[in-house]
């Protein structure tokens, strides 16, 4: 198996994360391991993991992260463009187009109860991503707290999430880091 | 064009406040659309997430939608843009660090100190989905079976979608 690994141009970054964009429902990440790593061997699998890593663990939305570091590892700030935009500007003219069909057909009944039945599945796969990600989360006393806070304080009691992030951050990473060493 | 920079401005600052993606920002959202400033209805933000779920595309579209209800398409542009902006920004500088430290203790630190923290922001989001979204015994059905067939099982989450779709236009939900 040929496993080069292969730099792409600027219009092979906006292909690429076109056709990622175009082809994700539910979770794009998926499919860019399969664009980055299988299909187009731009990275290792150990770099994909590194990207992957930051686009996680800095703010913002993680596929759009993903794009900028890799479009820039191989060409800067225009890779990163070509990245995003390629990521960005499929999804956005089809999810605008439907906008617009639903602005247009909001009063019929019928479509409203399409959006109600859409609503109602939409918030029940919330709560199977959050169900799975605390699946995979460290069987800790600490990290279970950490994650009660953090849901009560923002879903039940509606605190603003500047203040909740910049006391329970912190705190978790600090708890985290007072926990290392059994981990390593 | 005082609302398209309100748009600009909030979701610039909501960009470095979405640890774990869009979906973790989702009750920050409502409280700036419709609470604070009644944008919209509480069923229409629902609706608007539905839509963003259904297309495909990665879930920070939720946020282009929102902010073409709030002012057409320039504010879903504007949108999009704060929601994208610093964020990338900020990974464009730290691509380049991020391999330097890739021995640093803190990185994994760092990355277990958050995954907590994600998850209860997931989490509060889905209960603030679920109660904007479920206005009767029905719905709460849908909305519980989806959860426990995605939880459990590989189905890709577009058929259980068009499964809520078709309830609802049906009546049923």
């Known amino acids: ?184 | 064009m005082s609302v398209l920079l309100s748009l600009l401005g909030t979701f610039s600052l909501f960009s470095l406040m979405a640890v774990g993606g869009a979906n973790a920002l989702l009750p920050e959202i409502h409280r700036y659309v419709v609470e604070s400033n009644g944008w919209m209805t509480g069923t229409e933000f629902a609706a608007l997430f539905a839509i963003a779920q259904a297309a495909p595309g990665p879930n920070v579209l939720v946020v282009s939608l929102i902010g073409w209800k709030v002012a057409g398409i320039p504010g879903a542009l504007v949108s999009t843009l704060g929601m994208c902006g610093p964020s990338s920004l900020l990974s464009f500088y730290v691509a380049r660090l991020w391999q330097r430290f890739r021995a640093s203790p803190w990185r994994r630190v760092i990355e277990r100190g958050l995954a907590p923290v994600t998850i209860g922001l997931v989490l509060g989001s889905a209960w603030l989905l679920s109660r904007s979204a479920n206005d009767g015994w029905a719905s709460w059905l849908l909305c519980g079976a989806t959860a426990a067939v995605a939880w459990k099982s590989r189905l890709n989450p577009l058929w259980l979608l068009g499964a809520g779709a078709l309830l609802g236009w049906l009546g049923l939900v």
Request: hydrophobic letters at 55%; a positive charge.
């Open chain 1, 1 to 184: 198996m040929d496993t080069t690994l292969h730099t792409p141009r600027r219009q092979e970054l906006f292909a690429g994360f076109f056709s990622v964009g175009l082809s994700g429902f539910g979770g794009v990440l998926p499919l860019a391991h399969r664009m980055l790593v299988m299909q187009r061997r731009w990275l290792s699998d150990a770099e994909f993991t590194e990207v992957l890593g930051l686009g996680q663990v800095l703010p913002g939305p993680n596929i759009v992260n993903v794009a900028v570091a890799v479009g820039s590892r191989f060409h800067g700030v225009s890779g990163a463009l070509a990245a995003v935009g390629g990521l960005m500007l499929a999804p956005l003219v089809i999810v605008l187009s439907l906008a617009m069909l639903y602005g247009h057909y909001q009063s019929v009944p019928a479509l409203r109860g399409v959006l109600a039945g859409l609503a109602s599945a939409g918030a029940g796969l919330v709560v199977a991503m959050g169900l799975r990600l605390a699946e995979k989360l460290e069987r800790r006393g600490w990290c279970l707290v950490i994650s009660l806070l953090t849901l009560v304080a923002v879903g039940l009691w509606r605190l603003p999430l500047l203040a909740v992030l910049l006391v329970l951050a912190p705190l978790a990473i600090a708890l985290a880091w007072r926990t290392r060493e059994r981990w390593s």
